[in-house]
């Protein structure tokens, strides 16, 4: 009977009384979805399918309400449940790291234990993970990260001058020499400098105060810090801000978190996703019925499209946001993956500052991070913001409030110093040093035009130029019948390809719907990180199965 119990309680979805002579078993059953799975129904025809004659067995169903009463008798009452946790973490969603993501991870495992799959890895090009897709670290980055880690290294001659006269000068920035120690909240004044002096270098000569520069476990801490900043109803309104759709999914999900209105605004696709300042608008004017937009978020190269703002575009978005009095965010974490030809990275505040006043006074916040570009280093959390403009009593309240945080990772700082006072011509490390940054870009180039090309050689699939960034967003058609499978599993349509392309290719990708995207289209994020080699076998895969899938549901 026992036995009986534990089958149903597989195969079921019911909690199950089950009576025997006078013995009794009860069950809690976990997942009604599978009896139907199963060609199974309850009560008497489970008895039937197991053979078992009506009147040897007595079954009642229980409903989870029930047995969660029962179960309240026996167990003690959580502090904190579902019916009273937090309900902005509810409906938080971080598309890139979802069920396929979680799907991915089950599979990876089944493949360790033997279980026959039609391929032999998964291919995660769901997130821009570098290193993990196979890109090697920088040497003179890991080098000083050696030397402040062990400082005993530093008596070692394989160790470059130049590596070592950094690590010194970082860790005298350090209380107590080691990285160990706390820092201040907004991080190793001299890296602050460096930032600030980098920052001075990239826009030209535009001053920067170091003053300005706040160093973070990465960008995204950075801009979830900016965020909070802005959290405050007004009229019996909450705070809305700007984003562009389709969107990096930091943005949704920081926003739900924060309880704070998203105000999507739409990239035009047909013009390799540019932004047009009449778009801005409509968004704009239609938020002021639900919400006080507050903020303006630009990213730029863009993810997950790949575009590249031009001056003229940054210029037009300046004076939207000037217009509606709106502090504007600029996301540049990917100002070192510019690809295409005709294509340049311009900072937000470098345009700001050169159109002039009014518009050189406007509050600006931009953000920088070690986890992009030629780098990578997406596990050492460095990353820095920019804030200019800001009112001085709200700057003393944002500082107050990233104290609380104590400090970003020193290793993170370490890393971010690497990145803005890189080894100069003459030094040691240069030339090693140029060639391996080279030797990333250049690949990275290489792969974008690969995934382009190839994407808009299947049936049913446009895909814009990968101008810069680390992913290509095309768009792809579905045949009704897949839409109206994909309506069967209770899934959207970009969502059912994905996860059929995971389970018979071992390709992870990331729906378009979890990033936003015009109705009645669909598309999909891919990275362009996969090495050459991989990548080319992962998009042969690719085109495979959109063939296969396609004559399915023909």
Same mark, same amino acid.
């Given at each position: 009977?026992i036995?009986l119990?534990?089958w149903?309680l597989e195969?079921?979805g019911?909690?199950?009384?089950?009576?025997?002579?006078?013995?009794?078993?009860?069950?809690?059953l976990l997942?009604?979805?599978?009896?139907c799975?199963r060609?199974l129904?309850?009560?008497g025809?489970i008895?039937?399918?197991?053979?078992w004659e009506?009147?040897?067995v007595?079954?009642?169903?229980t409903?989870a309400s029930?047995?969660?009463? %029962?179960?309240?008798?026996?167990?003690?009452?959580?502090c904190?449940?579902m019916?009273?946790?937090?309900?902005?973490?509810?409906?938080m969603?971080?598309?890139?790291?979802?069920?396929?993501?979680t799907?991915?991870?089950?599979i990876?495992k089944?493949l360790q234990?033997?279980v026959?799959?039609p391929?032999?890895?998964?291919?995660?090009?769901?997130?821009?993970?570098?290193?993990?897709?196979?890109q090697?670290p920088?040497?003179?980055?890991?080098?000083?990260?050696?030397l402040?880690?062990?400082p005993?290294?530093l008596d070692?001659?394989?160790?470059?001058?130049?590596?070592k006269k950094r690590a010194?000068i970082?860790?005298e920035?350090c209380?107590?020499g080691?990285?160990?120690?706390?820092?201040?909240?907004p991080g190793i004044?001299i890296?602050?400098?460096?930032?600030?002096?980098?920052?001075t270098?990239r826009?030209?000569?535009?001053?920067?105060?170091?003053?300005?520069?706040?160093i973070?476990?990465?960008a995204?801490d950075?801009?979830?810090n900016i965020l909070?900043?802005?959290?405050?109803d007004?009229?019996?309104k909450?705070?809305?801000v700007?984003i562009?759709?389709?969107?990096y999914?930091l943005y949704?999900a920081?926003?739900?978190?924060?309880?704070?209105?998203?105000?999507?605004?739409?990239?035009?696709?047909?013009r390799?996703?540019?932004?047009?300042?009449?778009?801005?608008q409509?968004s704009?004017?239609?938020?002021?019925k639900? *919400?006080n937009? %507050?903020?303006?978020?630009?990213?730029?190269p863009?993810?997950p499209?790949?575009?590249?703002?031009?001056?003229?575009n940054?210029?037009?978005?300046?004076?939207f946001a000037?217009?509606?009095k709106?502090?504007?965010?600029?996301d540049?974490?990917y100002?070192d993956?510019?690809?295409?030809?005709?294509?340049?990275?311009?900072?937000?505040?470098?345009?700001?500052i050169?159109m002039?006043?009014?518009?050189?006074?406007?509050?600006?916040?931009s953000?920088?991070?070690?986890?992009?570009?030629?780098?990578?280093?997406?596990?050492l959390?460095?990353g820095?913001?920019?804030?200019?403009n800001?009112?001085?009593q709200?700057?003393?309240?944002?500082?107050k409030?990233?104290?609380a945080m104590l400090?970003?990772?020193v290793?993170?700082q370490?890393t971010l110093? *690497?990145?803005?006072?890189?080894?100069?011509k003459g030094?040691?490390s240069y030339e090693?040093f140029?060639?391996?940054k080279?030797?990333v870009l250049?690949?990275?180039?290489?792969?974008?035009?690969?995934v382009?090309?190839?994407?808009n050689?299947?049936e049913?699939f446009?895909c814009n130029?990968?101008?810069g960034?680390?992913y290509?967003?095309?768009?792809?058609k579905?045949?009704?019948?897949?839409?109206?499978?994909?309506k069967?599993?209770?899934q959207a349509?970009?969502?059912f390809?994905a996860?059929?392309?995971l389970?018979s290719?071992g390709?992870?990708?990331?729906?378009?719907?979890?990033?936003?995207?015009?109705?009645g289209?669909y598309?999909?994020?891919?990275t362009i990180?996969?090495q050459?080699?991989?990548?080319?076998?992962?998009?042969q895969?690719?085109?495979?199965?959109h063939?296969?899938?396609?004559q399915?549901?023909?």
């Amino acid at each position: 009977m026992i036995k009986l119990c534990h089958w149903l309680l597989e195969f079921t979805g019911f909690s199950l009384n089950v009576t025997l002579g006078s013995k009794m078993s009860t069950m809690r059953l976990l997942s009604t979805n599978l009896i139907c799975r199963r060609g199974l129904k309850v009560r008497g025809s489970i008895i039937a399918s197991l053979g078992w004659e009506k009147s040897a067995v007595h079954c009642t169903t229980t409903t989870a309400s029930t047995v969660s009463t %029962r179960a309240m008798a026996t167990e003690p009452q959580k502090c904190l449940t579902m019916d009273d946790l937090n309900p902005n973490i509810k409906v938080m969603e971080y598309a890139v790291r979802g069920p396929l993501v979680t799907r991915a991870g089950d599979i990876e495992k089944e493949l360790q234990k033997g279980v026959k799959k039609p391929f032999n890895e998964v291919i995660k090009a769901n997130i821009g993970d570098c290193h993990a897709m196979g890109q090697v670290p920088i040497t003179f980055i890991r080098e000083i990260l050696a030397l402040v880690t062990l400082p005993k290294l530093l008596d070692d001659p394989r160790f470059n001058e130049d590596c070592k006269k950094r690590a010194r000068i970082i860790l005298e920035g350090c209380r107590g020499g080691s990285v160990g120690s706390y820092t201040d909240s907004p991080g190793i004044e001299i890296i602050r400098k460096h930032v600030a002096e980098y920052i001075t270098k990239r826009d030209g000569g535009i001053p920067c105060d170091f003053q300005n520069v706040i160093i973070s476990a990465g960008a995204s801490d950075a801009i979830k810090n900016i965020l909070k900043l802005l959290i405050c109803d007004k009229n019996g309104k909450k705070p809305g801000v700007m984003i562009p759709i389709p969107q990096y999914p930091l943005y949704s999900a920081s926003l739900a978190e924060f309880n704070m209105e998203q105000v999507g605004y739409y990239l035009d696709e047909s013009r390799g996703w540019g932004l047009d300042s009449a778009e801005l608008q409509r968004s704009y004017d239609e938020s002021k019925k639900t *919400c006080n937009t %507050r903020a303006l978020v630009v990213i730029n190269p863009g993810n997950p499209t790949g575009q590249v703002l031009s001056k003229e575009n940054i210029q037009e978005i300046i004076k939207f946001a000037h217009k509606n009095k709106l502090f504007i965010l600029a996301d540049e974490v990917y100002q070192d993956n510019v690809y295409a030809q005709g294509s340049k990275f311009h900072s937000f505040k470098k345009v700001l500052i050169e159109m002039g006043e009014p518009y050189s006074k406007m509050e600006l916040a931009s953000f920088m991070s070690c986890s992009k570009g030629y780098m990578g280093e997406c596990g050492l959390r460095g990353g820095y913001a920019e804030v200019i403009n800001m009112c001085p009593q709200v700057k003393a309240m944002y500082m107050k409030a990233i104290s609380a945080m104590l400090c970003p990772t020193v290793l993170g700082q370490a890393t971010l110093d *690497c990145v803005v006072n890189p080894p100069q011509k003459g030094e040691p490390s240069y030339e090693t040093f140029m060639k391996e940054k080279a030797a990333v870009l250049d690949s990275l180039k290489v792969r974008a035009k690969m995934v382009e090309d190839t994407f808009n050689s299947m049936e049913g699939f446009s895909c814009n130029p990968v101008q810069g960034a680390m992913y290509a967003f095309p768009q792809f058609k579905l045949p009704p019948k897949a839409i109206e499978a994909a309506k069967k599993a209770n899934q959207a349509p970009d969502v059912f390809f994905a996860f059929n392309l995971l389970e018979s290719t071992g390709i992870c990708i990331v729906p378009g719907s979890g990033f936003g995207q015009q109705p009645g289209t669909y598309h999909f994020r891919t990275t362009i990180l996969p090495q050459p080699e991989k990548l080319k076998e992962m998009l042969q895969k690719f085109g495979d199965f959109h063939k296969s899938f396609l004559q399915k549901y023909k």
